[in-house]
């Protein structure tokens, strides 16, 4: 599993290849609507994760991952529609889905997890 120092320099550099596929769009019609879109939602996983790691409680850890798992799907889908569109180039946007899909895996399951022991410690 990695630690929570990979998951950092993960996502920076997620949010950081992102600015690089919004920086490569071809001008055309949407373009900036899009770009708009990818980077924030992008550069939100980053900063979502960043609070994560100084949480509140216990719960406001989970929730704060949750939101950046949510900004991680959501990023798939501009980058879906990006690549469909053939507004960036196309391996760079794939090299990104691809990070996408497997931090997507990494936050689905820590927030899995932290729920699961709140739940517990709730004695749910």
């Known amino acids: 599993m990695p630690t929570s120092a990979d998951i950092e320099f993960r996502v920076a550099a997620f949010a950081a290849t992102a600015i690089d596929v919004c920086e490569s769009m071809v001008s055309k019609i949407g373009k900036a609507h899009l770009q708009d879109q990818l980077f924030r939602a992008a550069t939100s996983v980053a900063a979502n994760y960043a609070e994560a790691c100084v949480p509140e409680s216990r719960k406001d850890f989970a929730h704060k991952t949750n939101i950046a798992l949510k900004e991680l799907i ?10 469909m569109r053939n507004y960036a ?10 990070e996408t899909e497997e931090l997507i895996k990494i936050f689905y399951a820590s927030v899995t997890t932290a729920r699961r022991n709140l ?6």
């Open 74 to 83: 959501e990023t798939r889908m501009w980058l879906r529609i990006i690549a």
């Open 89 to 98: 180039d196309q391996n760079l946007v794939s090299h990104l889905l691809q």
């Open 119 to 124: 739940n517990e410690r709730e004695g749910r």
